[in-house]
Structure formats: C-alpha cells, structure tokens
Nanobody
Framework: QVQLVESGGGLVQAGGSLRLSCAAAGRTFSSNAMGWFRQAPGKEREFVAV????????YYADSVKGRFTISRVNAKNTVYLQMNSLKPEDTAVYSCAAARTSVPRTDANEYTVWGQGTQVTVSS
C-alpha cells in the first residue's frame, strides 16, 4: 500500500521553527515532484511549496517565501519542510503530496497521493 506519512508538527511560539518530514512507503517517489499544502480551519487548502524530482527546482507561496525551505533526500524517500519565523497565520494542517509527474506544480489537482497531515499550531 502506498503511503505518505508526515511528522514533525506541534505547538510553537511565534518566531519559532519546526521541521516537517514526509516519508513515503510502498513505492519510491524519486521521479515525482513533491509538494506541501496546508489547510486552516474554515479555509480552503492552499499550496505551500513544491520541489522537482531532482531537487533543483522549488517554488513557494508568497506567504512563506524566505521563511520556509523545501528539500528532499531521494535515497531516504523523504521530503522536508523547514519552517522558520513562524507566524500565527501559519497555523494549519500540513500535508505532503506526490505529483503526477516530475514537473513541479502548484495546483493540488496535479497531485495523486496524499498524506494524512500533521497539525502545526503557532501561538502569539
């Protein structure tokens, strides 16, 4: 069974940092672009960051640019999201997902495998 499992969420004060991990099981995603999305209560899911299969290309939402960094280690079948200078508005459930292809996309419809998500709460 193909799975993506996120970890690393939690409660942090504003200005703090967290590192999320997304581990794949059941198959390798080394040929797929991988993305992070988030959904806050009462809001729609939104794109956060994406990384190409090789790691050479990354895109970020304007709201997290300069604060978040996406990376991947294909040998470990794992994708990371380093989040610094966290703000209360970053509070959400963060999910990783595998794209259909190796090309990085920001549209959630381009992603076929999703993790369950991990809660990130930033207190003011």
């Amino acid at each position: 069974q193909v799975q993506l499992v996120e970890s690393g969420g939690g409660l942090v004060q504003a200005g703090g940092s967290l590192r999320l991990s997304c581990a794949a099981a059941g198959r390798t995603f080394s040929s797929n672009a991988m993305g992070w999305f988030r959904q806050a209560p009462g809001k729609e899911r939104e794109f956060v960051a994406v990384i190409s299969w090789s790691g050479a290309t990354t895109y970020y939402a304007d709201s997290v640019k300069g604060r978040f960094t996406i990376s991947r280690v294909n040998a470990k079948n794992t994708v990371y999201l380093q989040m610094n200078s966290l703000k209360p508005e970053d509070t959400a459930v963060y999910s990783c997902a595998a794209a259909r292809t190796s090309v990085p996309r920001t549209d959630a419809n381009e992603y076929t495998v999703w993790g369950q998500g991990t809660q990130v709460t930033v207190s003011s």
